[in-house]
Nanobody
Framework: QVELAESGGGLVQAGGSLRLSCAAS????????MGWFRQAPGKERELVAA????????YYTDSVKGRFTISRDNAKNTVYLQMNSLKPEDTAVYYC????????????????????WGQGTQVTVSS
């Protein structure tokens, strides 16, 4: 069992940057593959980025490649999403998610693979 809490959202102008954090409590986060999802109004929740337990395998959806970076600090039980060159279409509620895996390199790209979810943090990018 793990509890996830996102922070770092806010309002930023297009071209700006934000860093989201996801703090995990309970069972150590190093046992979990992690992902960042987002959901814009009227749209389905989509995977933005994912990272394996040990941090050396990552995945990015095409629309954020080269702009967003996912990373983790297992000593701090925290996963980050650095978002640069933000665009108005990045506006959404961003969610952190986790699921356990024995493999240090496995990443999950399906929303149904994730068991644990945070409450979300709003990111608004103005034009």
């Amino acid at each position: 069992q793990v509890e996830l809490a996102e922070s770092g959202g806010g309002l930023v102008q297009a071209g700006g940057s934000l860093r989201l954090s996801c703090a995990a409590s309970g069972r150590t986060s190093s046992s979990y593959a992690m992902g960042w999802f987002r959901q814009a109004p009227g749209k389905e929740r989509e995977l933005v980025a994912a990272i394996g337990r040990c941090g050396y395998t990552t995945y990015y959806t095409d629309s954020v490649k080269g702009r967003f970076t996912i990373s983790r600090d297992n000593a701090k039980n925290t996963v980050y999403l650095q978002m640069n060159s933000l665009k108005p279409e990045d506006t959404a509620v961003y969610y952190c998610a986790a699921d356990s895996t024995y493999s240090p390199s496995t990443i999950f790209t399906s929303i149904s693979s994730y068991t644990y979810w945070g409450q979300g943090t709003q990111v608004t990018v103005s034009s």
